[in-house]
């Protein structure tokens, strides 16, 4: 390299801070030998699937760490989400926040409910209990909140909003596996919560996903609607799909869950990290973790503002990447942006000023045991790097590329 590029940002094209690509969601792996255990078991017994003693075994350890009476294990949380909405008879509308994976969505509408987008709350990240009033009609049946990033949302408010309309509440808790809201462990709240244990997530079985309720009734529902709606060998009694995760998605889950201190800790220290290298980067906010609360702190999200740091989120995204740094911008643009909903609601935005202003500004960065403290320490560096020299560095590529996304919002101007 040229004496002139050394130094120099790769995006200009100096040498990346990683070799290799750093990403968002890289699996964590427990013990490999008590996996293979558990597989060589598989093979030895022949039961590959249609709940087996390890299927079992999982839903036992959740529904334990969750403190519930009933938990199912699934194929992955979305078909997690179907059933049980499908279960719970949610049907028209059902009132859910833009801002999250096109799953919660995406859920609904294949099987024809209209997901009806609810704006978060102003300076939060989750679905405003105060706009909930706004959006029911006499076709609503349901409510589905998300728990982001694995911070609860309001659930005390929301609960009170739905008990008001009678309406069900079914949280997707993809995120938070592992976390508490008020002392108290997620998966125990509305009617029913879902988890996903995908392979990007803080535990994973491969692909994975339960439905975890106090309901008996639903529980039993769920668990028949999960296997084709048998009821022993030669009766249906719902309709039904497949839904059911296999053994060795379930040894992989219960290995996972054996390392979960681990993972948390690891969790907890790449936190630590960057709040520590951002706290005095301006323009830049960490969203933080409750630590007073069972947290799995297993994604790394901020905020930029770029009318403080001069630098966009889009250009901030591109410059990392350069670096290696594979940041994300979940859940950009929306789920109102994306079809089919866009074509449906093309003014949806309109009503969801909170969640466009947001989804404008945040990143998530890398994390869980793939990547180490000292890690973390170079990427906090390098933000604070591009941010203290943020005007040049936004006028210069700016300068190489008219990208919509690189100008700064004409806002800040004033
Ligand atoms: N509700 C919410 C709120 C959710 O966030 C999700 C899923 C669901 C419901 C539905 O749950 P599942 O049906 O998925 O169980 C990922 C995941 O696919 C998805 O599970 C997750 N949320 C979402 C937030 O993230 P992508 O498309 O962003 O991830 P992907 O596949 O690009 O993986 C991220 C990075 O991880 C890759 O760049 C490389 C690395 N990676 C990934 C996989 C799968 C690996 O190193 N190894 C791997 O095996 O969606």
């Given amino acids: 390299m040229s004496e002139d590029r050394k130094g120099q940002l790769a995006i200009f094209g100096g040498k990346p801070t990683?070799?290799?690509?750093?990403?968002?969601?890289?699996?964590?792996?427990?013990?490999r030998e008590r996996l293979y255990a558990r597989i060589?078991?598989?093979?030895?017994?022949?039961?590959l699937t249609n709940r087996g003693p390890l299927v079992m075994e999982f839903e036992e350890r959740i529904a334990d760490l969750v403190g519930v009476r009933h938990c199912i294990a699934m194929c992955n949380g979305t078909v997690a989400l179907e059933i049980v909405t499908?279960?719970?008879?949610?049907?028209?509308?059902?009132?859910?926040?833009?801002?999250?994976?096109?799953?919660?969505?995406?859920a609904l509408q294949w099987q024809r409910i209209t997901p009806v987008f609810c704006d978060i709350a102003p300076g939060g990240h989750h679905l405003d209990p105060a706009r909930i009033k706004?959006?029911?009609?006499?076709?609503?049946?349901?409510i589905l909140p998300v728990n982001l990033w694995g911070r609860p949302c309001n659930i005390d408010t929301i609960m009170s909003v739905a008990g008001h309309y009678e309406l069900p509440v079914v949280f997707d808790s993809a995120h938070a596996f592992g976390c508490s809201y008020k002392g108290k462990m997620i998966g125990g709240f509305g009617t029913a919560e879902v988890f996903s244990f995908h392979a990007t997530k803080f535990i994973n079985s491969f692909e994975g996903g339960a439905v975890v309720t106090d309901d008996d009734d639903l529980a039993e529902k769920?668990?028949?609607?999960?296997?084709?709606?048998?009821?022993?060998?030669?009766?249906?009694?719902?309709?039904g799909?497949?839904?059911?995760?296999?053994?060795i998605e379930a040894a992989m889950g219960l290995t996972s869950l054996e390392s979960m201190p681990a993972f948390v800790e690891h969790n907890r220290q790449n936190y630590a990290a960057y709040r520590d290298g951002l706290h005095r980067v301006?323009?830049?906010?960490?969203?933080?973790?409750?630590?007073?609360?069972?947290?799995?702190?297993?994604?790394?999200?901020?905020?930029?503002?770029?009318?403080?740091?001069s630098v966009t989120c889009a250009q901030m995204l591109d410059i990392l990447a350069a670096e290696n740094i594979d940041a994300r911008r979940?859940?950009?643009?929306?789920?109102?942006?994306?079809?089919?909903?866009?074509?449906?609601?093309p003014n949806a935005g309109m009503l969801l000023p909170n969640t466009e202003n947001l989804l404008g500004k945040v990143l998530t960065l890398p994390t869980g045991t793939s990547v180490s403290v000292e890690q973390v320490e170079k990427i906090t560096g390098l933000i604070a790097r591009v941010i203290e020299s943020g005007r040049s560095v936004g006028l210069r590529l700016r300068a190489m590329s008219g990208r919509r996304e690189y100008s700064i919002d004409s806002a800040c101007e004033a």
């Fill in 241 to 247: 799909i497949n839904g059911k995760m296999t053994e």
């Fill in 18 to 31: 990683f070799p290799k690509p750093l990403h968002v969601g890289v699996p964590n792996l427990g013990d």
């Fill in 134 to 142: 706004d959006l029911v009609t006499p076709r609503s049946s349901g």
């Fill in 282 to 309: 301006p323009g830049i906010r960490l969203i933080e973790y409750d630590e007073r609360e069972h947290c799995n702190f297993q994604y790394i999200v901020i905020e930029l503002d770029e009318c403080i740091s």
């Fill in 40 to 47: 060589d078991g598989i093979l030895d017994h022949r039961v």
């Fill in 222 to 239: 769920v668990r028949l609607m999960q296997n084709f709606g048998f009821e022993g060998r030669d009766s249906v009694v719902h309709v």
């Fill in 86 to 106: 499908r279960a719970l008879e949610f049907e028209h509308e059902v009132i859910t926040p833009s801002m999250t994976f096109i799953a919660t969505a995406h």
């Fill in 330 to 345: 979940y859940f950009y643009p929306g789920c109102h942006r994306m079809e089919p909903y866009r074509s449906y609601f």
